[in-house]
């Protein structure tokens, strides 16, 4: 029937009760469901606290690293490094300071690394020094050291190629940041916030993709998956591939609520992304769909460094001087 104008519609059920009409069986406007027996969305749960907190390191955090190490007696360790130079070794059991070391002249601690099967420890400073530690038997010593060419916020990264073995890389006179992969090949950032990958035998660029604009600031890959993601100091992450060709290629990016990404890390089981934020804040994703799942809100500075451990345990430090412990969607 056609509607005059000025008037509206309205269907025989008008004037009676929804429960007349369910209980006749007849259907009820646009197939609708009672609003009594529409149950409300559940809102998201709250992100959770941190498991610990680790404090004590008497400044800005910017290093992490997890090993299972000689002096806690085979219980894990988290190492931590400084901005005014100084590598802590916590025991994750007593959550407790059980050495410091002291080698980088007071300049920031920027990348840790354990050598396996552990005694061995490469820290690297903005003293232009990448020191080599004997931590066997409670030992400290340096025992070994390289001289880098620049100051930068690039992050070293370690290959290894054979029994006691292992290639370095480290930033030449171009910031960028590095990661190795089981091949001989290695995964770059640079300033142009550009991508590459290095042939590391043949000394040759195989491939290089833009992926920001601004300047890579920590980038990670899944070598299962062939598939990477880089954060830079605007507020995107780039997510890339590694095709059978050795040509890398951007997927896709997406988009955060603040600029700056200070780390990205990759959780070992390859399920969860954790990104670090200039804002304060840990940003965890599906790795695989990148759907957003939490927003840790803990740090009141900005996150300049990430862990993850091989049982999945995250740690994160902060500019606030503290070292936030999370457990994560153990069961993924």
């Known amino acids: 029937m056609p509607l005059a104008p000025g008037t509206s519609h309205t269907s025989d059920f008008a004037g009676r009760s929804w429960s007349e009409a369910w209980t006749e069986g007849r259907d009820t ?3 609708c469901i009672p609003p009594s027996m529409v149950a409300p ?8 606290d941190p498991q610990f907190v680790l404090r004590g390191s008497r400044s800005a955090v910017h290093a992490l690293h997890f090993c299972g190490g000689a002096q806690g007696q085979g219980h894990p360790l988290l190492l931590s490094g400084s901005l005014h130079g100084l590598v802590h070794i916590w025991s994750l059991q007593t959550r407790r300071v059980l050495a410091t070391l002291d080698g980088h002249a007071g300049k920031c601690v920027t990348w840790l690394q354990t050598l396996p099967p552990g005694p061995q420890l490469l820290s690297q400073g903005r003293d232009l020094r990448v020191h080599v530690w004997d ?3 409670g030992r400290n010593a340096i025992v070994d050291s390289v001289c880098l060419e620049s100051v930068g916020f690039c992050r070293g990264s370690v290959l290894a190629c054979g029994p006691q073995r292992w290639m370095l ?3 030449g006179k171009g910031g960028d940041e590095a990661d190795s992969s089981p091949l001989p090949l290695l995964l770059a950032g640079y300033e142009d916030g550009s991508v590459a990958l290095w042939d590391v035998s043949a000394r040759k660029v195989c491939s290089r993709v833009a992926c920001h604009e601004e300047p890579v600031m920590g980038l990670d890959f899944d070598s ?5 993601v880089s954060g830079s100091a605007e507020k995107a992450l780039a ?3 590694l095709d059978e060709q050795r040509a890398l290629q951007v997927h896709g990016t997406h988009q955060l609520t603040n600029p700056g990404v200070a780390d990205v890390r990759i959780r070992p089981d390859r399920r969860l992304l954790a990104t670090a934020g200039w804002d304060h804040r840990i ?3 599906h790795w695989r769909t990148m759907k957003p799942l939490a927003v840790l809100a803990f740090h009141s500075a900005a996150v300049h460094c ?3 451990a091989t049982d999945g345990l995250l740690a994160a430090g902060s500019g606030d001087q503290r070292i936030s412990v999370w457990s994560l969607y153990p069961r993924m």
Do not use: C, I
């Open 135 to 137: 931590l066997a038997e």
């Open 239 to 241: 997510v890339w591939s």
């Open 29 to 31: 406007p646009g197939d």
């Open 306 to 308: 990430l862990a993850f």
């Open 169 to 171: 890389a480290m930033p």
């Open 283 to 285: 940003r965890v994703f």
């Open 224 to 228: 299962q998956k062939a598939r990477g």
């Open 41 to 48: 969305p559940s809102p998201p749960p709250p992100p959770p």
